[in-house]
């Protein structure tokens, strides 16, 4: 991996370059680890399914979820930074816990984004909201079924169906206090594209990739500063 210009040396040999070593095998021993359950299934029961089956699954898959294996990765790659996205990407629940926990602590902190401090910052944030997330993962599993049985049903109802777009509506009002021109170019056309009718994976390639090039197109236009 090659030093961007400009960008601290220091802060490239001890950071970035052991991340990228152990972020690179961290991630390719998780993606062989998520085969063990079928090959395991196959070695000591030999239940294996026919390739027709493996591979119409794996469409829907693609079908599904493939548009954001392309997506997520660069939209959230400017909020988390190298190691953060490592993390985020080994661990899950990236829009809905990792985002919103870098997205506030660099706001908090005040830290510029895309800076070596930002990147440092987002990183302690995800570190920090998968340790959480794995204590209150431990206490569902164990008393989940008890404590969901004592909470009302409307309120039940009410965090199925509010809790993400809470999130994501104070994400997108965090970052719109600091680029009000940007939001409101995305909101826009976020509305228009729920106006088109177009399916929700198209919609959201063309918020991400258009509010990108119009946003760089702006700066370099001077418009925005």
């Given at each position: 991996?090659?030093m961007?210009?400009?960008?601290?040396?220091?802060?490239?040999?001890?950071?970035?370059?052991?991340?990228?070593r152990i972020g690179?095998?961290?991630?390719?021993?998780?993606?062989?680890?998520?085969?063990?359950?079928?090959?395991l299934?196959?070695?000591?029961?030999g239940?294996?399914?026919?390739?027709?089956?493996?591979?119409?699954?794996?469409?829907?898959?693609i079908?599904?979820?493939?548009?954001?294996?392309?997506?997520?990765?660069i939209?959230?790659?400017?909020?988390?930074?190298?190691?953060?996205?490592?993390?985020?990407?080994?661990?899950?629940?990236?829009?809905?816990?990792?985002?919103?926990?870098?997205?506030?602590?660099?706001?908090?902190?005040?830290?510029?984004?895309?800076?070596?401090?930002?990147?440092i910052?987002?990183?302690?944030?995800?570190?920090?909201?998968?340790?959480?997330?794995?204590?209150?993962?431990?206490v569902?599993?164990?008393?989940g079924?008890?404590?969901?049985?004592?909470?009302?049903?409307?309120?039940?109802?009410?965090?199925?169906?509010?809790?993400?777009?809470s999130?994501?509506?104070?994400?997108?009002?965090?970052?719109?206090i600091?680029?009000?021109?940007?939001?409101?170019?995305?909101f826009?056309?976020?509305?228009?594209?729920?106006w088109?009718?177009?399916?929700?994976?198209?919609?959201?390639?063309?918020?991400?990739?258009?509010?990108?090039?119009?946003?760089?197109?702006?700066?370099?236009?001077?418009?925005?500063?």
């Open positions: 991996m090659m961007k210009p400009g960008q601290n040396e220091a802060f490239f040999k001890s950071w970035t370059l052991p991340t990228v690179f095998w961290t991630l390719l021993l998780a993606c062989a680890a998520s085969f063990m359950p079928s090959v299934l196959f070695l000591i029961h239940v294996f399914p026919p390739f027709e089956i493996a591979l119409k699954a794996w469409g829907l898959i079908v599904a979820y493939g548009a954001f294996h392309v997506i997520e990765p939209s959230f790659y400017s909020v988390y930074g190298l190691t953060g996205t490592y993390i985020s990407f080994l661990s899950g629940n990236n829009g809905n816990i990792r985002l919103p926990a870098s997205s506030t602590a660099q706001d908090i902190i005040g830290v510029e984004p895309g800076s070596d401090q930002a990147e910052v987002s990183t302690l944030a995800i570190c920090g909201s998968v340790i959480v997330n794995l204590v209150i993962l431990f569902g599993v164990l008393f079924t008890q404590i969901i049985a004592m909470i009302p049903p409307a309120i039940k109802d009410g965090m199925a169906n509010y809790i993400l777009p999130l994501y509506g104070a994400i997108f009002a965090q970052s719109a600091h680029h009000p021109k940007i939001a409101i170019f995305a826009a056309l976020c509305c228009v594209c729920s088109l009718g177009l399916s929700s994976w198209l919609r959201v390639i063309l918020a991400v990739f258009v509010t990108i090039a119009v946003t760089r197109i702006l700066y370099q236009k001077g418009i925005l500063d």
